[in-house]
Every structure is written in C-alpha cells, then in structure tokens.
C-alpha cells in the first residue's frame, strides 16, 4: 500500500527536520512546498514590489498561496500516479479543513483509499523560546518577517489544525518536537507511518 504523509505545523516546530529523520527509515519523494514553488513566489512578490519573504501580506494570500499549494500538490499526483510513495511538508492549513481537497488528490492520481493511505502528522512544540530559537537558528531570510512580527507567531507555537479528511483517528499524529529529536522519537514516528 502506498504512503501519503503530510508534515504540518506552524514554523519553527520542525516539520522539515522531522520528515528528513522519518524519510532516512521509509523512503519517498520528499515535497516542501517551499522548495517546489519559493522562488517563483519570491520573484512574483519581489515584481510587485513587495517584501519576498513575507507568506502572509494580503497579495500573497490572494493572488500566490493556492498558486505555489497547487503547484505542490501537482507534483504530489504525479509521484502517487507512478506508485511512489511522497512526504508532504507545509502548514496545508486550508486543505486541512476541505474534506474533497484529499479525495481529489487520489481521484486525479488514479487512487483510491484502499490504495494509499494517507497519514497526518502534527508537529508541534510546548516551548515557545525552543521554536523562536530554530527560526532564528536556520537562518534563512524568509524568517526575517515572521521574526519581526513575533507577537501574532507566538500564539500559534501549539496551533493544531482542524482536519476534516475522512481519514481515521489513528492516522494522525500529534507529534511534539520539543527538545532533542531522539532515536526513541524517530522510532515512535516511522512505526505510525509504516503500520
């Protein structure tokens, strides 16, 4: 049976870094968002005269984000459709909530649930200083924004999102990335993705 797995979370919580250490026991075509449609955003912000970084100015939102989330999501059918198994990273927040958002995935992959099964992990942090220092610590200028507006990030630090996929209760994973990020972990991690 296929794997389909979605890392989500806000910033900071460690999504990628999580799928990276999950991905090294179970293989699969590894899709960030950020690295499938990031620079496009960036030069399409940057022509309107925009700040690059910032993924929530009202442009971004509404001419961008299901531009750069679909473009993800085309490469994921492609990878289900030749039987590969694919690790989904980002917040996927509004697709969360859409319960025909999955089902269109594995319609238009030629899939059906009792080919794939779709899983769900929450990545989150109970400390909220852990999450601004792995901001910080990555370094990355699309950081830059969501570091100087910290007050409106701060809140979201144990954000869980809705999940309206009819999917079981037993194939999402509340997954707490505070502290060390141990064998014990990782373990706990593959053996929800793999069973």
């Not at 799928?19 to 309107?48: S, Y």
Request: glycine share 6%.
């Amino acid at each position: 049976m296929q794997k389909l797995v979605f890392f989500v979370g806000v910033a900071g919580t460690g999504k990628t870094t999580v799928a990276i250490e999950a991905i090294k026991h179970t293989p699969a075509a590894f899709l960030d968002r950020d690295t499938v449609g990031g620079r496009f955003v960036e030069a399409f912000l940057e022509k309107e005269g925009l700040d690059p970084d910032d993924r929530d100015s009202e442009y971004y939102k509404k001419h961008l984000r299901d531009l750069e989330y679909d473009t993800a999501k085309d490469v994921c059918i492609e990878n289900l459709k030749v039987g590969q198994d694919v690790f989904m990273i980002s917040p996927f927040t509004s697709e969360l909530k859409n319960k025909a958002w999955i089902e269109g995935v594995l319609s238009a992959a030629g899939k059906t649930k009792a080919e794939v099964d779709v899983k769900v992990v929450v990545v989150v942090l109970d400390d909220i200083e852990q999450q601004r220092e792995r901001i910080e610590s990555r370094g990355t200028e699309r950081d830059t924004w969501k570091l100087e507006n910290w007050d409106s990030y701060e809140t979201r630090v144990n954000f869980v999102p809705e999940i309206n996929w009819e999917i079981p209760e037993s194939s999402i994973l509340i997954f707490d990335n505070s502290g060390d990020l141990t064998e014990k972990k990782v373990k706990g991690l593959v053996d929800f993705i793999k069973n």
